[in-house]
């Protein structure tokens, strides 16, 4: 079985480059990184410095792997076993437990309440609390890239994602109440990408041909905001995230340019108080788009970006997150050239943002892995004793149970693998521990 596996593993981006995939965590504290040894987490907390805080060797060939937040729980899926998701408490090296599903796993998200599971033609949302299959949409739209996004705020737990696969509808799902609130007919090409506010309130996205980036409201399904990236070329948006108020979104692509766009509203009384030539020429356009076909009109009213970056590089997969560190807004960008980028942003007059910090993820090189594959057995057995703590406390993966219990009736063919014994919450809901990070879930009973 896992052989075959193997065999149909999803091609992750940049897999001959330094990582294959990226994340951020939920609050933009912390960035994940699955490597062809493993994992890393690494704090981003700090400009002047990028503390990893754990490496996770537990299986080899990481394309996903997400982070709750700053607790210890921790997703992940490996080439190896592109069907099988394992839940890591990664401070005490444990298994928490792991789930097997009828095809590749493509993305997951969670928040505090809910874990979704994204497959080609198939959506599974878990309650995180115990990790119970709560519910399986079957029969969704031909997802090929498993394109989906998760409100990180758990009083609402929306989800969206793609209600066709011709063109840019969005379906907008409860995942609390396991119900469909909407459908937004967001764009006229395919989804390309998609990402919600903090509060949920809000809901971006982009279409294959990554010109134009629309904002609605949740649930209503209301265009909010319209912006356009760019007109010369069709890119390929690979990421989307709005800053912590809601203020700003990003847009990274597989160009060189990362856009910010600045979400306000223009009211007429501002055009009135400020009688400058450009808003004598926007009235202007205004007033003439009335008359001109209905594509050049949207055009003329679509706000262009308030501040960009000039990376150096092009056709590379990157991803980026506004986030505010040290009390200043900052723009990251973790691209797969092994290098997370820290930008200043100006949220007053943006413009081009300044390079303040470029962090190289990984210090050792390809010869130093190679070096420690040929390393004698004997000699990597007594050196286990003073290993560091992410070394010690990852323990190999343990094989899926012979006996699997089955999920929930509507399981869609998700099997539940075992629940490790050793865990403190083998029977109940899953806590990890973490007073001083993150809200236990359930009772403490060490």
Request: net charge negative; hydrophobic share 35%; charged share 20%.
């Amino acid at each position: 079985m896992e052989s075959q596996e193997s065999q149909d593993a999803p091609d992750g981006p940049g897999v001959d480059r330094a990582f294959i995939c990226a994340s951020f965590n939920q609050d933009t504290t912390s960035l994940s990184v699955g490597t062809k040894t493993g994992y890393q987490l690494f704090s981003v907390t700090a400009v002047d410095k990028l503390d990893c805080i754990h490496e996770g060797v537990e299986c080899p060939d990481v394309y996903i792997v997400e982070r709750l937040f700053s607790s210890s729980l921790v997703v992940v899926v490996s080439l190896s076993m592109p069907r099988r998701m394992n839940v890591y408490h990664f401070k005490k090296g444990t298994e928490i437990c792991n789930y097997s599903y009828s095809n590749n796993i493509l993305s997951v998200r969670l928040n505090r309440q809910r874990l979704v599971v994204c497959l080609e033609e198939s959506v599974y949302i878990h309650n995180i609390k115990d990790m119970k299959l709560l519910k399986t949409l079957l029969n969704t739209p031909i997802n090929p890239t498993g394109l989906c996004a998760l409100s990180v705020n758990h009083s609402n737990s929306y989800l969206a994602y793609p209600g066709s696969a011709t063109i840019g509808e969005i379906t907008v799902y409860d995942a609390n109440n396991l119900s469909t609130l909407t459908l937004i007919q967001a764009h006229d090409s395919p989804l390309a990408a998609l990402t919600f506010n903090a509060s949920g309130t809000k809901l971006a996205s982009a279409s294959e041909k990554g010109t134009v980036i629309r904002v609605f409201s949740v649930p209503e399904g209301q265009r909010l905001f319209e912006f356009r990236r760019g007109m010369k070329r069709y890119v390929s948006i690979s990421s989307l995230s709005f800053s912590v108020d809601a203020q700003f979104l990003c847009a990274s692509s597989n160009t060189e340019t990362v856009h910010i766009f600045k979400l306000e509203q223009h009211s007429p009384s501002q055009d009135e108080e400020s009688p400058t030539w450009s808003a004598y020429v926007g009235k202007m356009f205004t007033a003439a788009s009335t008359y001109l076909p209905t594509q050049v009109s949207d055009m003329m009213h679509q706000d262009r970006a308030f501040a960009t970056v000039r990376l150096n590089m092009f056709g590379l997969k990157n991803i980026c997150a506004l986030a505010t560190i040290q009390k200043l807004p900052r723009l990251l960008v973790a691209s797969s050239d092994g290098c997370l980028y820290i930008y200043n942003v100006d949220p007053q007059d943006g413009g081009e943002c300044a390079l303040v910090q470029k962090h190289r993820l990984f210090d050792s090189s390809e010869e130093q892995v190679e070096q420690k594959e040929e390393e004698n057995p004997e000699d990597v057995a007594q050196q286990q004793a003073s290993q560091s703590y992410a070394a010690t406390v990852a323990l190999p993966s343990t094989p899926p149970s012979s006996t699997t219990l089955m999920g929930y009736s509507e399981d869609g063919g998700a099997q539940k693998g075992e629940v490790f014994p050793e865990h403190e919450f083998a029977e109940g809901p899953v806590c990890l521990d973490d007073e001083n990070e993150f809200p236990p879930f359930g009772n403490q009973s060490n």
